[in-house]
């Protein structure tokens, strides 16, 4: 049956504003969980997307290998949030995602540890629609950290909101400046000039969509002829807090950056582009990206960072973020076949003929072409080949997620019915959730033996075809 209203004295507020949560269930009984359960009530308000609404928190968790119960009290957190709608093409989905920040009674940011993740005030509830393995983002964040590179921590949940199951969720770090997270220096609006000004920034390649965006136009395009060009907008600091001497510096610093690349003499080892990078981020966010063949890669949801430069002068890449179209889960731009580089996406004839504005930007195309690059590429996947990107080890981290939602699952599901139903942009219908999971573990296995296939055997990765200085609708092809 279906999961609907968990109503009945759903979050009493008494004088004290002591947050109570007496539940009972509707059409099926939801009264415990091996997953902790988050309780919010925004008191009738709708949850907006380009502004955020105070509402009231509570999670139930009584530690690893407890169970949760509904009738239990609040033991884990209760408290204000700040909370709005967040996202871009997954606004459309019934199941909604959030960002959410913990604050004080009169409105102030609040650090907390919520589930045993180090304290801050900025969260994200993710919730899997299209993604029905609900472990993608899960995953290849893992495997991020297992590598060396930051990506957000996140704790498996479920949800109640406003007294109704809305099923897993992820409760996951928000890319943000902090110790914890993008550990790079503080960048105060009065810190204009010297070594102060040189960082730290994050900066973000993505749509323009659904939240405050300001940044700047490169003046390269991503490939000969191309009339796009890459949007780059300020992270951190944020767009209402950055000022006009920090943009003017980590702006020149970019074209500096893409102006290195674009010469001739790119891969001089001294007038380059090698002093200005953090080579090991960059090749590992090229593995992250291909060995998920993630759809979106490099082109959005692609983050940068620098510090000051007295701390570290080089260009990171990364965190990565947002790969629930990834490990096949795509049916465009041939993002379901295990063959191919996703770094040449703007080679793809679909991807061409649609006119998609949001390119690779063309410096990943550069760094392709360089040898020293290439051959850092074939050492670091060789050597993560034999430990963390190894298939037992991939497979097994699936199975730990398998077996960690192996309860809630089946009440996501009946809360929303997508299994053997086709989902934008689905290429895979699997009828039982277990089926999602076996096709995507075949899927990286198939994927990981290309990719072993090509890098082994020292095959350069290189795009398919070379275009031309092309005409409006970007078809000439040589």
């Not at 009738?44 to 509570?58: E, H, T």
């Not at 889960?329 to 003929?353: C, E, K, L, M, P």
Request: aromatic share 14%.
């Amino acid at each position: 049956m279906y999961l609907k209203k968990l109503v009945l004295g759903f979050l009493v507020f008494t004088l004290s504003l002591t947050l109570v949560n007496s539940l009972q269930a509707g059409d099926l009984a939801f009264e415990s969980s091996n997953l902790p359960i988050v309780v919010i009530d925004t008191h009738g308000k709708a949850i907006p997307d380009d502004y955020r609404i105070v509402a009231d928190m509570g999670i139930i968790y009584n530690g690893p290998g407890q169970r949760n119960y509904l009738h239990q009290p609040f033991n884990h957190f209760q408290g204000k949030i700040a909370i709005e709608l967040r996202g871009s093409s997954s606004q459309m989905f019934p199941k909604k995602q959030y960002a959410l920040e913990t604050q004080t009674e009169t409105g102030e940011n609040l650090n907390v540890s919520l589930l045993g993740l180090p304290k801050e005030n900025d969260w994200i509830l993710n919730g899997p629609y299209s993604d029905k393995t609900l472990i993608r983002n899960v995953l290849i964040y893992q495997l991020s950290r297992e590598i060396g590179q930051y990506a957000s921590r996140t704790r498996f949940c479920e949800l109640i909101l406003n007294g109704d199951y809305r099923g897993v969720y992820i409760l996951m770090e928000k890319i943000k400046r902090d110790k914890n997270r993008v550990n790079i220096s503080k960048l105060n609006p009065n810190e204009i000039a010297g070594d102060d000004l040189t960082g730290g920034y994050i900066i973000k390649i993505d749509k323009t969509a659904g939240e405050e965006v300001d940044g700047w136009q490169s003046i390269f395009p991503p490939y000969p002829g191309a009339l796009p060009r890459i949007y780059y907008q300020y992270h951190y600091p944020k767009p209402d807090e950055i000022v006009s001497q920090q943009k003017a510096y980590i702006q020149k610093w970019i074209f500096n950056f893409e102006k290195k690349l674009f010469a001739n003499t790119f891969m001089d080892p001294d007038s380059g582009y090698y002093p200005l990078i953090d080579l090991k981020s960059f090749i590992d966010f090229f593995i992250l990206n291909e060995i998920s063949k993630n759809v979106d890669g490099y082109r959005l949801s692609s983050f940068m960072y620098k510090d000051r430069d007295s701390k570290d002068p080089k260009m990171h890449m990364g965190p990565i973020w947002d790969f629930n179209l990834g490990f096949g889960n795509a049916n465009y731009y041939h993002g379901y076949q295990t063959s191919g580089w996703q770094v040449f996406i703007n080679y793809d004839s679909q991807f061409r003929d649609w006119n998609d504005p949001f390119m690779v930007p063309f410096w990943w195309e550069k760094m392709m072409s360089d040898s020293v690059f290439v051959k850092q590429i074939i050492q670091r996947y060789s050597e993560l080949r034999q430990s963390t990107l190894s298939l037992d080890h991939v497979w097994g981290l699936i199975d730990s997620y398998v077996d960690t939602l192996s309860e809630a699952q089946q009440r996501n599901f009946e809360r929303w019915p997508v299994l053997n139903q086709y989902v934008w942009p689905n290429y895979y219908i699997g009828q039982t959730w277990q089926d999602e999971i076996n096709w995507m573990k075949n899927w990286i296995k198939e994927r990981l033996q290309w990719m072993d296939s090509q890098l082994f055997d020292q095959v350069p990765p290189q795009p398919p075809n070379r275009v031309t200085v092309v005409d409006v609708d970007h078809s000439s092809v040589s």
